[in-house]
């Protein structure tokens, strides 16, 4: 049972809960409440529970600790959240107008998987951004974290990439590392996407899956392997899909 902050009781009102890519137990963790507040535990060495401190003497934190605010608060109006590895990200109402969502993320930032524009790491969550004049990303509804990249969805049904992108996983055969967002090409109607080690997955609300990235195990459902794939791959065969999950060396759906 994960405790309170208190540690006196159990963690209550958990409507969603996230754990991050690490070496061992001990990789941060994240849970949604029902207020739609966010709450991390575990390794902190690289800021990924987002409480402003990370380094030595803040390598972990045992109990749930709230995430704070870009700038200044706390994270409110949570809506989703996923760990990568070292970092982690989620969708929030804009610090400013509520009725407004973007995605934020903190932690390990050197390979640009924050998305703010810059190869940076922050123990705080900072805006995902569309380009390198500081352009925020809005209108976010689900957001999922690989092991050093991310994507989102948006509210006019288009996914979102950032962060590395040395096996195809952001579409675009010439981002090795890209600090911020951008569009993946050639999808429409996007209805979820799911991100993993070095590959990406996108369902739309026809029922039609496509993945692109590493295809070394065979994840892009081709029928072959070996050969990465850095333009979205339609996965013949699957109809009717209506969520995907995937792992390290495999897709559901």
Same mark, same amino acid.
């Given at each position: 049972?994960?405790?309170?902050a208190?540690?006196?009781?159990?963690?209550?009102?958990?409507?969603?809960?996230?754990?991050?890519?690490?070496?061992?137990?001990?990789?941060?963790?994240?849970?949604?409440?029902?207020?739609?507040?966010?709450?991390?535990? =575990?390794?902190?060495?690289?800021?990924?529970?987002?409480?402003?401190? !990370?380094?030595?003497g803040?390598?972990?934190?045992?109990?749930?600790?709230?995430?704070?605010?870009?700038?200044?608060?706390?994270?409110?109006?949570?809506?989703?959240?996923?760990?990568?590895?070292?970092?982690?990200?989620?969708?929030?109402?804009?610090?400013?107008?509520?009725?407004?969502?973007?995605?934020?993320?903190? =932690?390990?930032?050197?390979?640009?998987?924050?998305?703010? =524009?810059?190869?940076?790491?922050?123990?705080?969550?900072?805006?995902?951004?569309?380009?390198?004049?500081?352009?925020?990303?809005?209108?976010?509804? !689900?957001i999922?974290?690989?092991?050093?990249?991310?994507?989102?969805?948006?509210?006019?049904?288009?996914?979102?990439?950032?962060?590395?992108?040395?096996?195809?996983e952001?579409?675009d055969?010439?981002?090795?590392?890209?600090?911020?967002?951008?569009?993946?090409?050639?999808?429409?109607?996007?209805?979820?996407?799911? !991100?993993?080690?070095?590959?990406?997955?996108?369902?739309?609300?026809?029922?039609?899956?496509?993945?692109?990235?590493?295809?070394?195990?065979?994840h892009?459902?081709?029928?072959?392997?070996?050969?990465?794939?850095?333009?979205?791959?339609?996965?013949?065969?699957?109809?009717?899909?209506?969520?995907?999950?995937?792992?390290?060396?495999?897709?559901?759906?």
């Amino acid at each position: 049972v994960v405790l309170g902050a208190d540690g006196l009781g159990p963690l209550e009102g958990v409507v969603k809960i996230a754990a991050g890519f690490g070496h061992n137990y001990k990789e941060s963790r994240c849970a949604i409440l029902e207020d739609e507040t966010l709450w991390c535990w =575990g390794r902190n060495y690289s800021g990924q529970l987002g409480i402003g401190v !990370s380094g030595t003497g803040y390598e972990q934190e045992l109990l749930p600790v709230q995430t704070l605010g870009p700038y200044g608060g706390f994270l409110e109006g949570v809506k989703d959240v996923d760990c990568g590895y070292q970092f982690c990200c989620a969708v929030a109402s804009n610090p400013f107008d509520a009725s407004v969502t973007q995605a934020f993320c903190w =932690g390990g930032g050197s390979y640009g998987q924050l998305g703010q =524009g810059a190869l940076a790491s922050s123990p705080t969550p900072v805006a995902v951004v569309t380009d390198q004049v500081g352009s925020p990303l809005l209108g976010v509804t !689900s957001i999922s974290a690989g092991s050093q990249h991310a994507c989102v969805t948006t509210d006019d049904h288009q996914v979102f990439c950032w962060g590395v992108g040395e096996n195809g996983e952001l579409a675009d055969p010439d981002a090795g590392l890209r600090p911020w967002a951008e569009v993946i090409p050639g999808l429409e109607d996007v209805a979820g996407v799911a !991100s993993s080690i070095s590959n990406t997955c996108a369902w739309t609300a026809q029922g039609e899956a496509f993945c692109w990235g590493s295809n070394l195990d065979g994840h892009l459902g081709l029928g072959f392997h070996a050969a990465d794939m850095a333009v979205p791959q339609a996965v013949e065969g699957l109809t009717e899909v209506v969520e995907i999950e995937v792992g390290h060396s495999l897709v559901c759906a």
